[in-house]
């Protein structure tokens, strides 16, 4: 098999070759079909999150080890089944949940393998799909796609369940009052599609490139908000009717996450999914007073996953844009997404 492979933070991914597994025991390995390009994979290649004030957090001090394959939003065609691995044979096209924990707390036995606290991610922990095999440990990670296309079925295992997940977390409010989106790269593009299928009123994103405002019209918000403009807040509650009910934040840089909490309403959500980095100061007394909700989404659990897929196969895959590139533009392909150069997302097709 062959993998392109972070071998020192930052630097090219290398190509390796080595010998194409055999599963044992529940083990399963799928020949990749897709694998997904993600903002992510930026963080990973780099080696850590900014986590404000000059500070990082490093990756390699939480179980992040090299050479590493990244690439955890993977669509693959079963190829080997290891003699315990039930419900799926040779041929199967599946979709891998690639948020896996230890599989035995009390956290993983309900579904949360993403909220481990050991976890063992494909493309962050162990080797993911920008590569033409992969190993999976258990057939559990494994979804049918129905009939979706292998190449628009692959961003659905993080881009596609993070905004699921966060809309879930709105669900009280979206049918009634307009979501506020932050950040219309490719996961807020795709919660913009997701919103609708989920029968969300109105959404209004807040981007600071005009390109990706857009985008964000094309794909059905009802507006699109410069975040960079200096009356940007006042043009956020002029268009919820005085403060936002939930403000979804795609990109969780510490401007933004302040426009959030400045934006929400008395009993309002902020739901912080991005990853981007930098910190923010919101004065205690907003909490009570404001009845504020501070909220956290990371990617999403099993179950989460199979209600996506359930979503989706009856009300239509997301209508992101997606572009494929051959596996050994892999190097390319995260430079362009780092440059900002990319609309929806991009998927490696080995
Ligand atoms: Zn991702
Ligand atoms: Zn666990």
């Known amino acids: 098999m062959l993998s392109y492979d972070v071998c020192e933070c930052g630097a090219p991914l290398q190509r390796i070759e080595r010998e194409t597994p055999s599963p044992r025991g529940s083990e399963v390995v799928l ?11 930026l963080h990973i290649w780099d080696g850590y999150y900014d986590i404000g004030g000059g500070q990082k957090l490093k990756l390699q001090d939480r179980g992040v080890k090299l050479p590493l394959t990244m690439g955890h939003e993977n669509v693959g065609e079963v190829v080997a089944v290891g003699p315990d691995a039930r ?7 599946r979709l891998i949940h690639p948020w896996m924990g230890c599989g035995e707390c009390v956290v993983c036995r309900r579904g949360e393998e993403n909220l481990c606290v050991k976890p063992c991610s494909v493309g962050v922990h162990r080797s993911g799909g920008f590569a033409t095999h992969l190993l999976v440990p258990h057939p559990r990670y494994l979804f049918d796609i129905g009939s979706l296309a292998p190449e628009r079925a692959a961003p659905l295992a993080c881009s596609g369940v993070t ?9 009280d409010t979206i049918a009634d009052e307009p979501v506020v989106m932050i950040g219309a790269g490719g996961v ?45 807040l006042d043009q956020i509650r002029a268009a919820t009717g005085g403060g936002s009910w939930a403000t979804i934040d795609f990109v969780g840089a510490g401007p933004t996450v302040k426009l959030g909490v400045d934006a ?15 910190d923010v100061v919101v004065p205690t007394p907003f909490l009570p007073m404001r009845a504020l909700t501070l909220q956290g989404s990371y990617v999403g659990s099993l179950n989460e996953i199979a209600e996506l897929l359930d979503l989706v196969n009856r009300k239509g895959a997301p209508d ?31």
């Open 87 to 93: 419900g799926v044979s040779a041929g199967d096209i």
């Open 264 to 278: 929400a309403i008395k009993g309002g959500k902020v739901i912080v999914v991005g990853l981007y980095g930098g």
């Open 188 to 232: 807020g593009l795709m919660a913009l599609a997701l919103h609708r299928k989920l029968g969300g009123k109105s959404a209004i994103m807040v981007d600071i490139d005009p390109a990706k405002r857009e985008a964000a019209l094309k794909a059905g918000a009802t507006l699109a908000i410069d975040g960079a403009a200096n009356d940007a």
């Open 31 to 41: 020949r990749v079909i897709a694998a997904g390009v993600c903002h992510s994979d």
């Open 320 to 350: 992101v844009p997606v572009a494929t590139r051959p596996l050994d533009q892999v190097n390319a392909a995260l430079n362009d997404l780092r440059a900002g150069k990319v609309i929806g997302r991009l998927v490696m097709a080995p």
């Open 163 to 171: 905004a699921y997940g966060a809309l879930k977390k709105a669900s």
